[in-house]
């Protein structure tokens, strides 16, 4: 019998309508044994993930319910081609319902997926393959699955690493057959996660599902995760927050989610802020410090901000994933309040891949906090007083989340007191299993349970200020320097942005260390070039004492980890072995 609605006459092409804020289906703070039944729960709603093409057209709806088929298909589909529970998946992930799949898939075939990165416009694509070839000899996966179209990259990369690559158009196209799936346990390895700076000698983060959904449950409560709340997005996802924070944790607090790829975000920052002003309800969405600078670089005197965007309902804007900068919060704030942006929804944060995600979280409304501090006690060394205080603005990162414990640890591995600089360690069911495959890399991390994040901070009253990495330390004549303050000198003056400028240590000839800053550079004229030379050194030593080894080099040669980050340690390791060409400067 045919419908009566098959006879109607042809209409336009009907509206596509997101998925739900608001669902009947009891919210449930990711309180399940494994990521598989939170997929299993988030199905029985009509929540789901909403994918934007570059102008932030919505292009394809996919609620969890099709998710959850889609992704019992491909486990049938891995499992028919032998993978068995315990094997890694390398899979390119790219922005869409294909990995969000397979992903998915994965997880529910025991399998452990393994998130890698697109191709980025800088590296090229010699440096692309090597970035996979190491990845992928590191986790030893059964296959590596990726979109088609990067296939030439993405099967030489799996080649020369010796396993299986394939197109995952071409996995959709093989049978899938029924078969008893296995049964995961909390403790079970749910992924391996390639943390920040892990593209030369790469550590994967084993997460089990209990660590990961504990720590869903502990940032969704510190976010006071309500029944209305809707995140939008354009992190990447082989990044923990891009992974974990946007993805895993919409599927297992059923929350509905709507994504930019992060492509199209750096071709148009601005349509990430469009995406949230269009979408009725958007409450939630994080980014680096860098995202709202180039977001707020890009406001022109010209632009209407109130007409064009909406940001009043935009209740957390989350940061985290680097040093967060408040004079650049401040710039955005006075960028767009116009448009309804108030400074409280700023959400600071502190997380590493190595506890799954988040290890503290602001209190939602308090918005960016800071205390002045002199950077004599940020080094640890005794104040000069023959020189003016100097002070530098360390923000909140705020209170552990739920079941995290955090402590601040002097040299000798005692407990310091508020107010006092050291490392942070942090202890709670969501610090990572171990490295894979790296013994001697997790027992030098974790010790009684106990993770070192390789982070100095403080704590007061509850709260960690996070002050920066040790190991970024550049230590010269005795006293401590963060190269997050040179680098930040430089980018004071005109025409630098965040991310243009690297400082680190060197060896001079006498053996001692120097501090050198790499600084890319736009200027092509000869004699602009050595001006601007002398007065980068000028403010350098203004701002810190020294004379630094100052380098103009081309543009886009400072490399970045897989989240988009200034990478100091291979800028360092480029330069020392004469792979980053530093420009002639006139005499």
């Known amino acids: 019998m045919i419908e009566t609605a098959t006879l109607a006459k042809p209409t336009a092409a009907a509206e596509v309508i997101p998925t739900p804020n608001k669902d009947r289906l009891p919210r449930r703070f990711a309180d399940f044994a494994t990521f598989g039944e939170a997929l299993d729960y988030a199905a029985k709603g009509l929540r789901g993930l909403n994918f934007h093409d570059p102008r932030g057209k919505l292009v394809r709806v996919y609620p969890y319910t099709e998710l959850r088929s889609d992704a019992l298909r491909a486990a049938r589909r891995l499992i028919a081609r032998?993978?068995?529970?315990?094997?890694?998946?390398?899979?390119?992930?790219?922005?869409?319902?294909?990995?969000?799949?397979?992903?998915?898939?994965?997880?529910?075939?025991?399998?452990?997926?393994?998130?890698?990165?697109?191709?980025?416009?800088?590296?090229?694509?010699e440096n692309y393959i090597e970035q996979l070839v190491v990845q992928l000899r590191s986790s030893d996966p059964a296959i590596l699955l990726y979109p088609a179209e990067i296939g030439p990259l993405a099967a030489a990369a799996a080649e020369r690493q010796g396993c299986t690559g394939l197109a995952w158009e071409d996995l959709a196209t093989e049978p899938a057959p029924d078969c008893l799936l296995p049964r995961a346990q909390s403790d079970d390895i749910c992924y391996l996660q390639y943390s920040s700076g892990s593209t030369r000698f790469p550590h994967g983060v084993a997460v089990t599902h209990g660590a990961l959904l504990n720590n869903l449950a502990g940032h969704s409560h510190s976010m006071e995760l309500g029944p209305s709340d809707r995140c939008v997005s354009w992190l990447p996802w082989y990044h923990d927050m891009g992974l974990v924070g946007c993805l895993l944790s919409p599927i297992a607090n059923q929350c509905s989610a709507d994504y930019l790829k992060t492509e199209d975000f750096a071709?148009?920052?601005?349509?990430?802020?469009?995406?949230?002003?269009?979408?009725?309800?958007?409450?939630?969405?994080?980014?680096?410090?860098?995202?709202?600078?180039?977001?707020?670089?890009?406001?022109?005197?010209?632009?209407?901000?109130?007409?064009?965007?909406?940001?009043?309902?935009?209740?957390?804007?989350?940061?985290?994933?680097?040093?967060?900068?408040p004079d650049v919060m401040q710039g955005f704030v006075n960028a767009f309040a116009d448009a309804g942006f108030k400074a409280a929804a700023f959400l600071p944060s502190y997380g590493l891949a190595e506890a799954t995600l988040a290890v503290t979280v602001m209190p939602p409304g308090e918005g960016i906090r800071v205390e002045l501090v002199e950077e004599e006690r940020l080094s640890g060394t005794p104040r000069d007083l023959s020189r003016p205080a100097r002070y530098r603005a360390i923000v909140n990162c705020g209170k552990p989340v739920r079941d995290m414990q955090v402590e601040i640890r002097?040299?000798?591995?005692?407990?310091?007191?508020?107010?006092?600089?050291?490392?942070?360690?942090?202890?709670?069911?969501?610090?990572m299993h171990s490295y894979f495959r790296d013994p001697?890399?997790?027992?030098?991390?974790?010790?009684?349970?106990?993770?070192?994040?390789?982070?100095?901070?403080?704590?007061?009253?509850?709260?960690?200020?996070?002050?920066?990495?040790?190991?970024d330390m550049i230590i010269i004549n005795g006293k401590n320097h963060w190269p997050q303050d040179i680098?930040?000198?430089?980018?004071?003056?005109?025409?630098?942005?965040?991310?243009?400028?690297?400082?680190?240590?060197?060896?001079?000839?006498g053996g001692e260390e120097?501090?050198?800053?790499?600084?890319?550079?736009?200027?092509?004229?000869?004699?602009?070039?050595r001006?601007?030379?002398?007065?980068?050194?000028?403010?350098?030593?203004?701002?810190?004492?020294?004379?630094?080894?100052?380098?103009?080099?081309?543009?886009?040669?400072?490399?970045?980890?897989?989240?988009?980050?200034?990478?100091?340690?291979?800028?360092?390791?480029?330069?020392?072995?004469?792979?980053?060409?530093?420009?002639?400067?006139?005499?």
């Open 531 to 587: 001006k601007l030379h002398d007065e980068i050194r000028e403010k350098v030593r203004s701002i810190t004492g020294m004379n630094c080894v100052i380098e103009l080099v081309p543009p886009k040669s400072l490399p970045r980890t897989s989240s988009g980050k200034l990478s100091r340690a291979k800028a360092r390791n480029l330069y020392l072995a004469g792979e980053i060409q530093p420009y002639q400067l006139a005499a």
């Open 267 to 325: 071709r148009r920052p601005l349509a990430w802020l469009d995406l949230i002003s269009r979408n009725p309800g958007t409450t939630l969405s994080y980014s680096p410090t860098f995202g709202y600078d180039i977001c707020a670089r890009r406001i022109s005197s010209q632009t209407h901000v109130a007409e064009r965007f909406d940001l009043s309902r935009w209740r957390i804007a989350g940061n985290g994933a680097d040093m967060i900068r």
């Open 487 to 509: 680098e930040w000198a430089v980018e004071q003056l005109p025409g630098f942005h965040q991310g243009d400028i690297a400082a680190f240590a060197v060896h001079g000839d």
């Open 410 to 431: 002097g040299e000798h591995g005692g407990r310091l007191s508020d107010h006092h600089i050291g490392k942070v360690w942090c202890k709670g069911p969501s610090v």
């Open 82 to 125: 032998g993978i068995a529970p315990g094997d890694r998946l390398a899979l390119i992930a790219e922005t869409g319902p294909e990995f969000a799949a397979l992903f998915c898939g994965a997880i529910y075939a025991g399998a452990w997926p393994v998130p890698l990165p697109l191709p980025t416009s800088f590296g090229g694509r």
């Open 514 to 529: 120097v501090p050198a800053v790499l600084v890319q550079c736009r200027v092509s004229d000869p004699v602009e070039r």
């Open 440 to 471: 001697e890399s997790t027992a030098a991390c974790l010790v009684d349970g106990w993770l070192d994040t390789g982070d100095m901070g403080y704590m007061a009253d509850g709260y960690l200020f996070i002050v920066g990495r040790a190991k």
